[in-house]
């Protein structure tokens, strides 16, 4: 259990449903810190999705910092992750998709407003279910808009010839998150191509999305380069749109070293949507 963990976290079971989000047929069992969690709260749901190789834990300090303000909040595990780098290889970003739309359906069906947020992959992946099933409102953080890489050309191949790679070393500025880091030190090359077509799907459909969107970036990022912010910033359809720059931060913001200024960003985000709605209610 982390520091400071709420003891309130619903655990994996058939009961709750959390366990759609457990091992699949043929995956390894669940690393500690790839559990999905639950924080059962108000009427405003939010939705957490972790990064490529990484786990629900990279998402739980901002899950329990929203659960705390009364929130309800699910984090889920992505089909892959969270058990063994081999699982990363019988999945495809379809899977990973269907695995938000079924997060978004279940605090559909328990709250008033729904909040998509995702980190890296996980904000490619929001934006897509957003264009989808707008929801009330979007975050990414730290989300590539393309993947610029002159090896992908030859990815066909080389999944064949190098099936895994080593993963190159994380780049946060607080030692803490770090050695509280759960990801995988190598993964299968065939899931960097369902990354690329994970990231290429949400690309096509950023004008579709209409709802208001926070998108976080991070100066620092050696993984997602700022001008990718940008890019996804003015091809995003909506109107009511904002995107807040760090300075310090490495690629995973959520565990970072200006957590907190991310956190307190989402919640007043939250609170402005909700608010808005709630005014424009009003006034019909």
């Not at 790679?165 to 994380?170: A, E, N, Q, Y």
Request: one cysteine or more.
């Amino acid at each position: 259990m982390m520091s400071g963990d709420r003891v309130d976290a619903v655990p994996l079971s058939e009961a709750n449903g959390l366990d759609r989000w457990g091992p699949r047929p043929g995956e390894g069992p669940l690393r500690p810190g790839g559990e999905p969690f639950f924080f059962p709260g108000g009427p405003i749901g939010v939705l957490l999705i972790h990064g490529f190789t990484g786990a629900p834990q990279e998402m739980r300090r901002l899950g329990m910092f929203l659960a705390d303000r009364g929130r309800t909040v699910l984090g889920i595990r992505l089909p892959g992750h969270g058990t063994r780098p081999e699982d990363l290889g019988a999945v495809t970003w379809r899977d990973w998709a269907e695995a938000v739309a079924a997060g978004a359906r279940t605090l559909r069906e328990r709250c008033e407003h729904v909040f998509l947020c995702g980190l890296s992959l996980g904000g490619v992946l929001a934006i897509y279910e957003a264009a989808r099933q707008p929801p009330d409102g979007l975050i990414v953080m730290a989300s590539p808009y393309r993947i610029r890489d002159i090896r992908l050309r030859f990815l066909w191949l080389l999944k064949w010839l190098i099936p895994y790679v080593g993963k190159s070393p994380s780049d946060p500025r607080d030692p803490a998150a770090q050695a509280e880091r759960i990801s995988y030190p190598w993964y299968p090359l065939a899931a960097v191509e369902e990354v690329v077509r994970a990231v290429q799907a949400a690309a096509a459909r950023l004008p579709q999305v209409r709802c208001p969107a926070l998108l976080v970036y991070s100066r620092a990022d050696r993984t997602v380069p700022p001008d990718q912010g940008w890019a996804m910033y003015h091809r995003l359809g909506s109107h009511d749109k904002t995107i807040h720059w760090l300075v310090h931060s490495g690629h995973v913001i959520p565990e970072d070293i200006e957590r907190e200024e991310v956190f307190e960003q989402i919640e007043r985000f939250i609170r402005r949507v909700v608010a808005q709605k709630a005014r424009g209610i009003a006034e019909h």
